[in-house]
């Protein structure tokens, strides 16, 4: 089985601040793992996947993530908050696969980046 | 990038109509669609998943005479809520894969269904 978790609720960081949103996993062979973003009553925005190479991952909107697969984590980061990254994020992962499944979200984390 | 197009976004209708959401994707071929319901300030609930030209494979709990799905072709799916109550009253989000490993789901900008 495969599973997300995203132990904070919410994050609160200053514009111009640096900002990590973190995200383990557990699956049972090789993941692949995402990063998405929700605002407000509007569908999921895909930021950015890991899938093999780099552990460093560039993504949408200056956001990045590093996969650490000894600690299990994909922890999604940007180096200086904006005020308009104010919304929800989802990680989420698969084993390694042909396409044909569902994702795996965490419940999600709200960040909230004040001016 | 991959665009994924849901419709309607905001349906209002009485208890006991039958309300169907399209989802279509619109560059690529989806292989596999995935139907999500979203409540409040919570995480997405997988439904269904439907590949292209078969039946869908329904999550636990989820009463598939209640939630038609149908995916005719690799361009479109869609969600039929027969029969709609008031606890049927949700976000519904469709998403979409093209073939391959490592392709990422593109989500619909969703559809709130508000049943009176």
């Known amino acids: 089985a495969q599973s997300v978790a995203q132990p904070e609720d919410q994050v609160n960081v200053a514009e111009g601040n640096p900002l990590t949103v973190k995200c383990t996993y557990s699956?049972?062979?090789?993941?692949?793992l995402f990063w998405y973003v929700q605002y407000p009553n509007r569908g999921l925005q895909f930021l950015l996947k890991?899938?093999?190479?780099?552990?460093l991952v560039k993504g949408s909107y200056g956001f990045e993530a590093e996969f650490n697969k000894s600690q299990t984590s994909f922890h999604l980061k940007k180096p200086s908050a904006l005020v308009s990254d104010s919304a929800l994020y989802f990680c989420?992962?698969?084993?390694?696969?042909?396409?044909?499944?569902?994702?795996?979200f965490g419940s999600g984390t709200r960040l909230q980046v004040q001016p | 990038g991959a665009v994924v197009s849901q419709h309607p976004s905001r349906v209002i209708c009485k208890s006991g109509t039958s309300v169907k959401i399209e989802c279509r994707s619109l560059?690529?071929?989806?292989?596999?669609m995935f139907w999500y319901r979203q409540f409040p300030k919570k995480s997405l609930m997988l439904m269904a998943t439907?590949?292209?030209?078969?039946?869908?494979?329904?999550e636990q709990g989820v009463e598939k005479d209640k939630f038609l799905i149908n995916h005719a072709s690799l361009t479109l799916s869609t969600l039929t809520v027969t029969s709609a109550h008031p606890e049927d009253s949700s976000f519904y989000i469709c998403?979409?894969?093209?073939?391959?490993?490592?392709?990422?789901?593109?989500f619909g900008d969703g559809t709130r269904l508000s049943i009176l």
């Open positions: 439907s590949n292209e030209g078969s039946k869908a494979t329904y």
């Open positions: 998403s979409a894969r093209a073939s391959g490993a490592g392709q990422p789901q593109h």
């Open positions: 989420a992962v698969i084993e390694m696969d042909t396409g044909r499944r569902a994702l795996t």
């Open positions: 560059d690529f071929q989806a292989t596999t």
């Open positions: 890991y899938i093999t190479g780099d552990n």
């Open positions: 699956v049972s062979g090789n993941p692949y």
